[in-house]
């Protein structure tokens, strides 16, 4: 029974990390998207909506991505060896 509760403890913080993730995940693009439109404005151009949400979408991708690689390797403790650089 221990092993059923942990099972639903464990997606129900996944679910709510989930849910976070995509709320920020929304709020970021919200917030490049105005940041794009204020440097077309400031550049004196006049971008069209689907380039400007084409536009935002890349870069919230990019920064998702990024974001998302390191933290995962640093709290999963994998050690990365660099054989390069080895002395034996």
């Known amino acids: ?3 059923l509760g942990s099972f639903f403890g464990n ?3 996944s679910v709510v ?3 976070v993730m995509l709320f920020l995940a929304i709020l970021s ?4 998207v105005f940041v794009v439109s204020a ?3 400031f550049a004196g151009l006049q971008p069209s909506a689907d ?3 084409l536009s935002a979408t890349l870069i919230v991708v990019a920064a998702i991505v990024a974001g998302g690689i390191s933290p995962i390797a640093f709290l999963t403790n994998i050690n990365v060896q660099d054989d390069k650089n080895r002395i034996d």
């Open 1 to 3: 029974m221990r092993k």
């Open 17 to 19: 990390s989930f849910l």
């Open 51 to 53: 380039f400007l949400v």
């Open 39 to 41: 440097g077309a404005g």
């Open 29 to 32: 693009f919200f917030v490049i």
């Open 11 to 13: 997606l129900l913080v």
